[in-house]
C-alpha cells in the first residue's frame, strides 16, 4: 500500500476528529511512502521501536504515540533516541489514542467486553454517544471473586478488587481502559454494581466503600494492549499487508 492510502485507511476506520484528545491522532512521523509490514503496539517506546526495526516494518502503529498536551517541546533524550532511529529507519508513526479506546468493534473497551464476557455495551455518559467509559452487564449475578478471578485469567495480571462494605453480586458493570478510573463516581450514581480500570488513585478506595461500588484496577498497559492486537488481526485480514502485534509487557 501507499502511504496515503494506509493514513486515509486509518483515519476513515478510527475516526480522530470525532473527539478532542490530549495528543494528534493520526501521522506523528513520516517514513517509507510504501506500506508492507506494520507493527502495533501500546508504546511507541525504544524497546518496540527496537522490535519494529529488527522485523523491518514500514509502519509502527501505537494507543501511546509522541507529543502530549503539556509535555516540553524539546526533542532531546529519550524522545530524541525514539525519534532518530524511526527516522533513520524509515518508519512511520501512527498514534491513535481516544480513538483506540472508544472504537465499537476494535477499541479497547470493547476488547475488553469480549474478554470479560460483558453484554450490552453502551455509553456510560448519557447522551454522549462518544463517551470514553462504557456499561453493560453480564448474563447472570456473579460472586464479586469470580469476577477478579476472571479478571486475573484473562489479563493475565492480578488485579486490585476494592469491595464495598455489602460486598453485593454484581450484575451491571462499567469500566474504561488506561486511566479511567475518574468515572467510578459516574457509575455509581447510576447504581451500576462494579467499576473496572487499568488504574487507582487514592480516592477511589473511599469511592467504592462509601458509594457500594466493587471497584478493580487492572493495570493500565493490561487493559489497553487488546485494541492494538485487534487492529493487526484487522489489517491481516482487509489489507494487503503484512501485520503483528507486539506486547512491550509493563506491569503498571
Same mark, same amino acid.
Given at each position: 500500500?501507499?502511504?496515503h492510502?494506509?493514513?486515509?485507511?486509518?483515519?476513515?476506520?478510527?475516526k480522530?476528529?470525532?473527539i478532542?484528545?490530549?495528543?494528534?491522532?493520526?501521522l506523528q512521523?513520516?517514513?517509507?511512502?510504501?506500506?508492507?509490514?506494520?507493527?502495533?503496539?501500546?508504546?511507541?517506546?525504544? #524497546? +518496540?521501536?527496537?522490535?519494529? /526495526?529488527?522485523?523491518? !516494518?514500514?509502519? $509502527?502503529?501505537?494507543?501511546?504515540?509522541?507529543?502530549?498536551? &503539556?509535555?516540553?517541546?524539546v526533542?532531546?533524550g529519550?524522545?530524541?533516541?525514539?525519534?532518530? #532511529? +524511526?527516522?533513520?529507519?524509515? /518508519?512511520?508513526?501512527? !498514534?491513535?489514542? $481516544?480513538?483506540l479506546?472508544i472504537?465499537?468493534?476494535?477499541? &479497547?473497551?470493547?476488547?475488553?467486553?469480549?474478554?470479560?464476557?460483558?453484554?450490552?455495551?453502551a455509553? +456510560?455518559?448519557?447522551?454522549?454517544?462518544?463517551?470514553? !467509559?462504557?456499561?453493560?452487564?453480564?448474563?447472570?449475578?456473579?460472586?464479586?471473586?469470580?469476577?477478579?478471578?476472571?479478571?486475573?485469567?484473562?489479563?493475565?495480571?492480578?488485579?486490585?478488587?476494592?469491595?464495598p462494605?455489602?460486598?453485593?453480586?454484581?450484575?451491571?458493570?462499567?469500566?474504561?481502559?488506561?486511566?479511567?478510573?475518574?468515572?467510578?463516581?459516574?457509575?455509581?450514581?447510576?447504581?451500576?454494581?462494579?467499576?473496572?480500570?487499568?488504574?487507582v488513585s487514592?480516592?477511589?478506595?473511599?469511592?467504592?466503600r462509601?458509594?457500594?461500588?466493587?471497584?478493580?484496577?487492572?493495570?493500565?498497559?493490561?487493559?489497553?494492549?487488546?485494541?492494538?492486537?485487534a487492529?493487526?488481526?484487522?489489517?491481516?485480514?482487509?489489507l494487503?499487508?503484512?501485520?503483528?502485534?507486539?506486547d512491550?509487557?509493563?506491569?503498571?
Open positions: 500500500m501507499q502511504l492510502e494506509f493514513e486515509n485507511y486509518l483515519n476513515t476506520l478510527l480522530p476528529e470525532q478532542k484528545d490530549f495528543c494528534p491522532n493520526g512521523i513520516q517514513g517509507s511512502d510504501n506500506i508492507a509490514k506494520v507493527i502495533t503496539g501500546v508504546t511507541a517506546t525504544q #524497546a +518496540l521501536i527496537d522490535q519494529a /526495526i529488527a522485523e523491518k !516494518a514500514d509502519a $509502527l502503529v501505537v494507543h501511546h504515540g509522541f507529543f502530549w498536551k &503539556n509535555e516540553s517541546y526533542i532531546r529519550m524522545k530524541h533516541k525514539r525519534i532518530k #532511529a +524511526l527516522l533513520e529507519n524509515n /518508519i512511520n508513526l501512527f !498514534a491513535y489514542h $481516544l480513538p479506546d472504537h465499537p468493534i476494535l477499541g &479497547n473497551n470493547a476488547q475488553l467486553a469480549k474478554l470479560f464476557s460483558i453484554n450490552n455495551v455509553p +456510560l455518559e448519557q447522551g454522549n454517544a462518544l463517551s470514553v !467509559a462504557v456499561r453493560g452487564d453480564f448474563t447472570d449475578e456473579l460472586n464479586p471473586q469470580i469476577l477478579e478471578q476472571r479478571i486475573n485469567e484473562k489479563l493475565n495480571r492480578k488485579c486490585l478488587h476494592i469491595a462494605p455489602s460486598n453485593k453480586l454484581i450484575k451491571t458493570v462499567a469500566w474504561c481502559s488506561g486511566g479511567g478510573q475518574g468515572y467510578i463516581e459516574l457509575a455509581a450514581e447510576l447504581g451500576i454494581d462494579a467499576f473496572i480500570s487499568g488504574e487514592e480516592q477511589t478506595t473511599h469511592v467504592a462509601e458509594m457500594d461500588i466493587h471497584f478493580y484496577c487492572a493495570g493500565h498497559h493490561a487493559t489497553e494492549r487488546y485494541g492494538a492486537k487492529l493487526a488481526d484487522h489489517f491481516n485480514e482487509h494487503p499487508i503484512k501485520a503483528k502485534f507486539i512491550i509487557d509493563n506491569p503498571a
